[in-house]
Nanobody
Framework: QVQLVESGGGLVQPGGSLRLSCAAS????????MGWYRQAPGKQRELVAS???????NYADFVQGRFTISGDNLKNTVYLQMNSLKPEDTAVYYC???????????????WGQGTQVTVSS
């Protein structure tokens, strides 16, 4: 059973930093892409950043150089370093993984349970 376990959310003042982590485990043969999405109250879930197995990254325009995504292939873990946080970054952040399971030949998509990030003074 594949699981994505997130950590690192919390309350931070504007201009502060947080680092999110997401570890994938359970019956994984290889991971194609891992990423972070967020959903603020009353809004749709949106992509924040993603990273492929070979290290290619993709960022949403609103990140504007403030966030950095990185991955550890050996640990099946992805990180999101968030700097210069703004109140509008407040949302539930969800980890996402697109992967091959140990059995089967097609890709599967999984989501973490979400971690709350609140930026407020």
């Amino acid at each position: 059973q594949v699981q994505l376990v997130e950590s690192g959310g919390g309350l931070v003042q504007p201009g502060g930093s947080l680092r999110l982590s997401c570890a994938a485990s359970g019956g994984i043969r290889s991971i194609n892409t891992m990423g972070w999405y967020r959903q603020a109250p009353g809004k749709q879930r949106e992509l924040v950043a993603s990273i492929t197995r070979d290290g290619s990254t993709n960022y949403a325009d609103f990140v504007q150089g403030r966030f950095t995504i990185s991955g550890d292939n050996l640990k099946n873990t992805v990180y999101l370093q968030m700097n210069s946080l703004k109140p509008e970054d407040t949302a539930v952040y969800y980890c996402n993984a697109v992967l091959y399971r140990t059995q089967g030949l097609r890709l599967y998509e999984y989501w973490g349970q979400g971690t709350q990030v609140t930026v407020s003074s």
